[in-house]
C-alpha cells in the first residue's frame, strides 16, 4: 500500500513537473520574441536605415547602425537586406553582399514573420520586418536569438525550482502516510479498501424499491437514492443542498419536527404524488448525526383503494336501493289488490320522482358519464341530492383524462360532505377542444374569507378530529390546486346561491386560448 502511494506521489510530481517545463519553455520563448521584435521594429523606423537605400553603398551606413543594436540589445544576430535579398548587415562582415539563407518573400510584400528556422548560425528565434520609406518596402530586417540560449535559461529554471519539487514529493509522501492511517483509524480499512465498502453502499441504497434521503444534523441533503429522486422531482445537483431549497414545505416541516419520536410515519404530498414518508433519526453512540427519510409511493394504493371504495358503496347503495324497492313494491302491490288504483299511481310517481341521471345524458363523454352516475349513487346513500344541471355538455372532441376525473371527483366528493344529510349539491361541467370548466355547488357552510386563504394549503381540513393525523385530511384540494396549476387552468372560490360555496375548476386543452377563462374566474 506504501509503494502504491509512493507512486501516486512521484506520478504527480513528475505531471507537474512537465507541466511546469512545458509553461517556463512558453514563457521563455515568448519573452525572447518580444525582445528580439522590439528591436527589428526600432531598426525598421530610423530614418537614417529608411534614406540609406538611396546611397550607392548603403551597408556602408546600415552595417554599424546593425552592429551597435545587436550589442546593445544582446541578441545574436541583426540582418538587413534589400529587396533582391542581398545582406546589408551581418554579424560576420563576410556574409555582407550575399544572399540570405531564409525565405523573406513575405516580409518583402509589407507583412511581419515570427517564427524558428535554421539560419547560418544554427536553429534560432526570430522576427522578420519590412522596412518602409515613403509607403514603398525597401528592404527588410530580421533579428533573431539562439535557440539554445533559451533552452539554457530554461535549464536555470528548473534547477531553482527541483528542491522544492523534491521537498513537495517528501511532504506528500509523509502526508499520504498519515492520511492512509487516519482512513484506517476512522473506517477500520485501508484506504484502497473504502472504495469496495462504498460499492457496497451504493449497491444496497440503489437496490432498495423505496425512496430513501439522508439529511445531515445542519438541514443539508447528504444523500439520495435513485427513487427518491423521481419520487421527489429533485434537481441532480441536490446533493449537498439544504432542504428548504430542493424540497417542499411540507417535507421541510415533516423533516424538521422535533418531535421526541424517534420513528415517525406520515402521509405527505410531493407534487402530485402521496408518499408514505417515515422519518427516523440518525445516531451514533448516542451522538445524533441528522436523520433519514424513506418513502413509498402511495398514489396507486390510493387509486386502488379509492376504487375498491366506491365498488364497495356502490354494492351497498344497490342493496339498500333493492330492499327499499321490494318493499316499495309489497306496498303498490297491496294498493292494488284493494282496489286502490289511483293511490298505486300517486304512490309510483312519488317513487320514481324526477329522474337523477337526466343530467348524465347530457355528457357524451362515458368516462365523465360513469363518473357522475357512481356519484349521483354515493350521494343518494348519504341523503344528499346530485344535480346536474342541463347546461352540462361535452363535446365529441372532448377526452376525460386522469386529472379531469382526479378533480371532478375530488370536488364532488368534498361538496357531497359539505351539503351532509338533506343537502343539495349540483355540477355544471362544459368540456369541448377549448377546455374544461366545471362548476361544483352546494348547500354546506361555505368557505368564509379566513378559510379562503388555507382551504388549498396542504393538510388543512374542518373535518380533521384530534386524533387525525397530520396530512391525513386535506389533501384533495391541495391535489386539486396543483394539477389545475400545471394545466394552466384556475381554482376559484366564491358563494353560491344554494348557501354554500361554489367551486369553478377550469383549464384549456393545450394553450390558453383568448378570453379563457372568464375574466371574473381568474385568482
Known sequence: MLLLQLGIVLGTLVLVAACVMAVEMRRVQDAAFDEVATVARELVVLTEIQHAFETQHPETIIAPMAKMAQQVSGVDYVTVADMDGIRLAHPNPAMIGKQVSSNHELVRDGQSFRGIEDG?????????????????????????????????????????????????????????????????????????????????????????????????????????????????????????????????????????????????????????????????????????????????????LENTLRELRGQRGLTDTLRAQAHEFTNRLHLISGLLSIGEVDEAEAHIQRFVGPHQSDGVQLLEDPTLGALLSAKLAVAHEAGVELRVLEGSHTGRDWVSDEDTVTVISNLISNAIEAAGDGGTVQVQINANGRGLRAVVEDTGPGIDDTAQSKVLELGFSSKRGALDPLHERGIGLTLVDRIVRRRAGVLHFKASSLGGAMVIAAWPLRTRPAGWPLPEERR
Open 120 to 300: 547560418t548560425l544554427g536553429m534560432t528565434l526570430r522576427v522578420k520586418e519590412p522596412i518602409w520609406d515613403q509607403g514603398t518596402v525597401v528592404g527588410t530586417v530580421s533579428v533573431g536569438i539562439l535557440q539554445s540560449k533559451t533552452r539554457m535559461k530554461l535549464a536555470d529554471i528548473v534547477g531553482a525550482f527541483a528542491p522544492w519539487i523534491l521537498l513537495a514529493g517528501a511532504l506528500g509522501t509523509v502526508g499520504a502516510a498519515f492520511a492512509s492511517r487516519k482512513v484506517r483509524k476512522i473506517y477500520g480499512v485501508d484506504p484502497d479498501q473504502v472504495h469496495g465498502m462504498l460499492q457496497a453502499r451504493e449497491a444496497v441504497l440503489y437496490a432498495v424499491g423505496d425512496g430513501v434521503i439522508g439529511v445531515d444534523e445542519h438541514g443539508r441533503l447528504s444523500l439520495a437514492n435513485r427513487e427518491a429522486i423521481r419520487l421527489l422531482g429533485l434537481p441532480e445537483d441536490a446533493e449537498g443542498r439544504m432542504i428548504e431549497e430542493v424540497l417542499e414545505p411540507s417535507m421541510v416541516q415533516f423533516l424538521r419536527n422535533t418531535s421526541n419520536d424517534r420513528d415517525v410515519t406520515e402521509n405527505v404530498l410531493s407534487g402530485e404524488r402521496v408518499l408514505i414518508a417515515t422519518r427516523r433519526e440518525a445516531t451514533v453512540s448516542g451522538q445524533r448525526f441528522g436523520s433519514t427519510l424513506t418513502l413509498k409511493d402511495r398514489t396507486e
